[in-house]
């Protein structure tokens, strides 16, 4: 399975990105999805987790609020609705899926990987 994440760019603090996460050659539908970030000399931290039907939803103490993480198994997609974005969510943010249809808030559970798109908040 590929899954390309989409979305990233440059905003001023205060302002709204919609990250994308497009799956192919496996369908997502069945397995729980989660978003990841990385800061520059910081560790891959968890960010948000959706279950397979996308029923149960699950974040990081540092977005709740702020970040909303959804899923269309139509299309074969997962996003990642970011709004009041402050400085310290600047990141390589990465998407991945679980081996299964449950939310994981541990990076080590997922199985597959995007290549990670970069965001950027200015202040």
């Known amino acids: 399975v590929q899954l390309q994440a989409s979305g990233g760019g440059l905003v001023q603090t205060g302002g709204s990105l919609r990250l994308s996460c497009a799956a192919s050659?496996?369908?997502?539908?069945?397995?729980?999805m989660g978003w990841f970030r990385q800061a520059p000399g910081k560790e891959r931290e968890f960010v948000a987790t959706i279950s397979s039907s996308g029923s149960y939803t699950y974040y990081a103490d540092s977005v709740k609020g702020r970040f909303t993480i959804s899923r269309d198994n139509a299309k074969n997609t997962v996003y990642l609705q970011m709004n009041s974005l402050k400085p310290e969510d600047t990141a390589v943010y990465y998407c991945a899926q679980a081996p299964m249809g449950r939310v994981f808030s541990n990076s080590r559970e997922y199985v597959y990987w995007g290549q990670g798109t970069q965001v950027t908040v200015s202040s």
């Open positions: 050659g496996r369908t997502i539908s069945g397995y729980g």
